[in-house]
């Protein structure tokens, strides 16, 4: 082995680590940090949370796709944050996208914010709760009308609360 191979190695070795680590330890920039009505510690986050909403809300992880009991939740009501229970999305703008993760055409009104996100050597845009920061998912341009937009949302995100009867 020559040392151009070796080191054309090494850095397709460190591209492809790169792009597996967690979305939380590329994220602890500084320049992502704003300011919410519902703040917490840590601790006061993990009594909330179970550790896996934890991770997504508060660390900006993915749950795996397909896992989520919200996938196939079809009835009437809305989705609120799991970590603040802000209303984040209703029922009425959820569609089946094919993707493994609750999806939805639009939020309500006031209730996500967006930032520009270059994880995984790729730009994508994050959606989170404007009222405590916790991340939901992304947002991508290829959605059903009206908006064309997918809300692509980790349920573990979510907690949903059914229309009254």
């Given amino acids: 082995m020559n040392r151009r191979m070796l080191l054309l190695g090494s850095a397709a070795i460190a591209l492809v680590a790169a792009a597996l680590l967690p979305r939380r330890l590329i994220l602890s ?30 660390q900006e992880d993915t749950e795996r796709p397909w896992t989520s009991p919200l996938l196939n939740e079809h009835r009437k009501g809305v989705f609120h944050c799991a970590g603040c229970d802000l209303a984040a999305y209703s029922s009425d703008t959820k569609f089946d996208s094919g993707t493994g993760w609750p999806s939805f055409w639009q939020a309500e009104p006031n209730a996500v914010g967006t930032r ?27 959605g059903p009308p009206p908006t064309g937009k997918r809300h692509c949302i980790n349920g573990l995100a979510l907690a949903f609360r059914p229309a009254a009867a």
């Fill in 116 to 142: 520009t996100d270059n994880s995984l050597l790729m730009t994508r845009t994050e959606v989170h709760c404007r009222r405590c920061g916790g991340h939901f998912g992304h947002v991508f341009d290829d």
């Fill in 29 to 58: 920039n500084p320049a992502n940090a704003e300011s919410f009505e519902v703040t917490r510690t840590d601790a006061e986050w993990r009594g909330i949370l179970s550790d896996a909403q934890f991770a997504v809300l508060r």
